[in-house]
């Protein structure tokens, strides 16, 4: 399923377009950044909530397309901006990891 | 080719940048994508120890052919159990870095499982310099 339709079923707010049309096979869940360091795989979207630049420095690293913040987080002005410099595209759910990695799961699984 | 990029104490807003600046020369020489990966993670861990630990450093990268060698080196507290420090899980960093989500004491594990060589010289007062090698295209 590409972006722009998992954003649209997850109805997720979208503060940075990117990626919109890349093809989106699985996810990672985590707010330890070495463990996204260690584990995550290119092309996953990543699932979080930590908000800060370093969010985005680690994504782009990992070429990671997609970043959904849950339970209505907020990013740090730095990391959006960093987000636009890098095409990464910042998501943002209202609701919390569990129902968002489910939600999810379900549409890519 | 030889890069330098300076590190400095607390500043995780700017972490990332040495490694972001060398993946982007890697891409630029064709190297594949899987060494790459490595390259930064491993990179990119060091960094953020340094930033996280020490009081200021300095990252020295040099790109042959062959391999990449990362020498990243800090003034700061040293370690005072290497063995202790490798152990997935075990972490000294303070509540503020945990916070952000660093800590979690996978950091040099995640160095080591990414370079092919990992030379950790420190001293207690002085600093530790982590010397990493990965060979290119093997």
Redesign the interface.
């Known amino acids: 399923m590409i972006l722009k339709d998992i954003i649209e079923r997850l109805n997720l707010k979208c503060l940075n377009e990117a990626n919109l049309d890349a093809e989106i096979k699985g996810a990672y869940s985590s707010d330890l950044l070495s463990d996204v360091m260690g584990n995550a795989r290119s092309g996953q979207v990543w699932i979080t909530m930590q908000t800060h630049k370093n969010v985005t420095a680690i994504a782009s690293l990992k070429d990671i397309p997609a970043v959904i913040i849950v339970r209505n987080g907020e990013p740090d002005a730095d990391m959006l901006e960093h987000a636009k410099e890098e095409d990464i595209c910042i998501l943002v759910s209202t609701e919390p990891t569990f129902q968002v990695c489910g939600k999810l799961y379900e549409l890519i699984k | 080719m030889h890069y330098s990029f300076d590190i400095e104490r607390g500043n995780?807003?700017d972490?990332?940048h040495a490694?972001?600046s060398v993946?982007r020369t890697l891409k630029q020489l064709n190297v594949e994508p899987a060494s790459i990966?490595r390259i930064?993670?491993a990179l990119?861990?060091a960094e953020?120890n340094a930033v996280a630990h020490a009081y200021g450093g300095k990252i020295d990268v040099e790109i042959d052919p062959e391999k990449i060698v990362m020498i990243v080196a800090d003034e700061g507290p040293g370690i005072p159990n290497v063995d202790l420090a490798m152990t997935e899980g075990w972490s000294t960093a303070s509540p503020k870095v945990r916070e952000?989500?660093?800590g979690?004491g996978?950091?040099l594990?995640?160095i080591k499982?990414n370079t092919d060589e990992l030379k950790i010289d420190t001293k207690i007062g002085v600093g530790t310099t982590l010397t990493m090698t990965v060979y290119l295209n093997a």
């Open positions: 995780f807003t972490a990332g490694s972001a993946k990966k930064v993670v990119y861990e953020i952000m989500g660093f979690a996978m950091g594990p995640n499982k």
